[in-house]
């Protein structure tokens, strides 16, 4: 609570402020992030604040779930009660946050949902990346670098999974199991929960290797649970006998692009920030009256291999941000 109402009481009194006579009025911009913790999303909370930082009009409030849903829902529900100009939400799972975000299109408050889905289309526009298909591009990845290191397609996975019950964790997860089951000599040995988090993932990496005896590759369903797991491995020297495969791509000198670049991932895979493109539909909703945006947005991914690693870094990292 006591990290949250802050953040709140200052959407409120910009609400308060807008309602004054003669200056232009201010637009009030509210987002509900799932968590501040991940690079991922640090790195989305200060890209938005950047551009939103380009419209004197509009003044943005974010607020930080700490993976929690219930603070989360708690969180958008005083939104609503704020009655934002906008309200954008990444939901932190996609069941606890229907209902809520049903009630904010109720209210007649724009809603624009980024990056992770919900059960139902409660939102005016969704904007994301296709975890589907990622999840089946890093899936063949393995298959190729392990039939290169046998002469066919076999050898043992571990899947680092991401929070439970999240869009990402579960297409990231399928889509790759689609390719894996097409090459029965190639199994899954362990799949641990690190909820998204490198520090886990490295204790959750620990305890499977203490187990698995070989190890040929880790698909962690993001970055950070790809290191983590590397980490792990290196503190045991093993981490050169697998191969480390993580999504996000983040530009800049602590993301995903730079450890393909410093030869610690294999590859990642980009999930745009899709943040740029929810600016601009923002922009639209906020300053055209009677723009209707599309109600899905769906951005391309890339994959960074050591080949093309120094030309993804320079396209994907943002100016400034790093």
Same mark, same amino acid.
Request: hydrophobic fraction near 45%; proline fraction near 5%.
């Given at each position: 609570?006591?990290?949250?109402?802050?953040?709140?009481?200052?959407?409120?009194?910009?609400?308060?402020?807008?309602?004054?006579?003669?200056?232009?009025?201010?637009?009030?911009?509210?987002?509900?992030?799932?968590?501040?913790?991940?690079?991922?999303?640090?790195?989305?909370?200060?890209?938005?604040?950047? *551009?939103?930082?380009?419209?004197?009009?509009?003044?943005?409030?974010?607020?930080?779930?700490?993976?929690?849903?219930?603070?989360?829902?708690?969180?958008?529900?005083?939104?609503?009660?704020?009655?934002?100009? *906008?309200?954008?939400?990444?939901?932190?799972?996609?069941?606890? *946050?229907?209902?809520?975000?049903?009630?904010?299109?109720?209210?007649?408050?724009?809603?624009?949902?980024?990056?992770?889905?919900?059960?139902?289309?409660?939102?005016?526009?969704?904007?994301?990346?296709?975890?589907?298909?990622?999840?089946?591009?890093?899936?063949?990845?393995?298959?190729?670098?392990?039939? =290169? =290191?046998?002469?066919?397609?076999?050898?043992?996975?571990?899947?680092?999974?991401?929070?439970?019950?999240?869009?990402?964790?579960?297409?990231?997860?399928?889509?790759?199991?689609?390719?894996?089951?097409?090459?029965?000599?190639?199994?899954?040995?362990?799949?641990?929960?690190?909820?998204?988090?490198?520090?886990?993932?490295?204790?959750?990496?620990?305890?499977?290797?203490?187990?698995?005896?070989?190890?040929?590759?880790?698909?962690?369903?993001?970055?950070?649970?790809?290191?983590?797991?590397?980490?792990?491995?290196?503190?045991?020297?093993?981490?050169?006998?697998?191969?480390?495969?993580?999504?996000?791509?983040?530009?800049?000198?602590?993301?995903?692009?730079?450890?393909?670049?410093?030869?610690?991932?294999?590859?990642?895979?980009?999930?745009?920030?899709?943040?740029?493109?929810?600016?601009?539909?923002?922009?639209?909703?906020?300053?055209?009256?009677?723009?209707?945006?599309?109600?899905?947005?769906?951005?391309?991914?890339?994959?960074?291999?050591?080949?093309?690693?120094?030309?993804?870094?320079?396209?994907?990292?943002?100016?400034?941000?790093?």
């Amino acid at each position: 609570m006591t990290r949250r109402l802050p953040i709140l009481f200052v959407l409120g009194a910009m609400l308060l402020a807008s309602c004054g006579g003669g200056a232009k009025k201010q637009l009030a911009v509210a987002f509900s992030q799932a968590n501040n913790a991940e690079p991922y999303r640090a790195m989305q909370n200060a890209f938005m604040s950047k *551009l939103f930082a380009q419209y004197p009009d509009v003044k943005l409030a974010i607020a930080d779930a700490q993976q929690d849903n219930s603070r989360q829902v708690a969180q958008v529900e005083t939104f609503i009660r704020q009655k934002p100009d *906008l309200l954008i939400v990444a939901p932190n799972e996609r069941a606890a *946050l229907t209902a809520v975000m049903g009630q904010a299109v109720d209210a007649k408050i724009p809603v624009i949902c980024l990056e992770r889905d919900i059960l139902q289309p409660n939102y005016t526009s969704y904007v994301h990346s296709d975890n589907l298909a990622i999840g089946r591009l890093a899936g063949q990845f393995i298959v190729d670098q392990l039939t =290169k =290191k046998y002469g066919k397609p076999k050898g043992k996975v571990v899947a680092m999974r991401g929070l439970l019950g999240v869009e990402g964790e579960i297409n990231r997860d399928r889509g790759a199991r689609e390719v894996f089951d097409k090459y029965p000599e190639i199994r899954i040995v362990a799949e641990p929960v690190a909820d998204w988090i490198q520090a886990k993932a490295k204790d959750r990496m620990t305890e499977v290797l203490r187990t698995e005896a070989r190890i040929d590759a880790v698909y962690g369903h993001n970055d950070p649970m790809a290191i983590g797991a590397y980490l792990a491995a290196r503190e045991l020297g093993r981490d050169k006998e697998m191969i480390f495969v993580g999504v996000d791509g983040l530009g800049g000198p602590a993301g995903g692009i730079r450890k393909v670049m410093d030869g610690i991932l294999a590859a990642t895979f980009v999930y745009p920030l899709c943040v740029d493109k929810t600016v601009e539909i923002a922009d639209k909703i906020l300053h055209q009256p009677g723009f209707k945006p599309e109600k899905e947005y769906l951005l391309e991914s890339a994959m960074v291999t050591p080949e093309n690693a120094a030309r993804m870094y320079e396209k994907f990292t943002v100016p400034g941000m790093n």
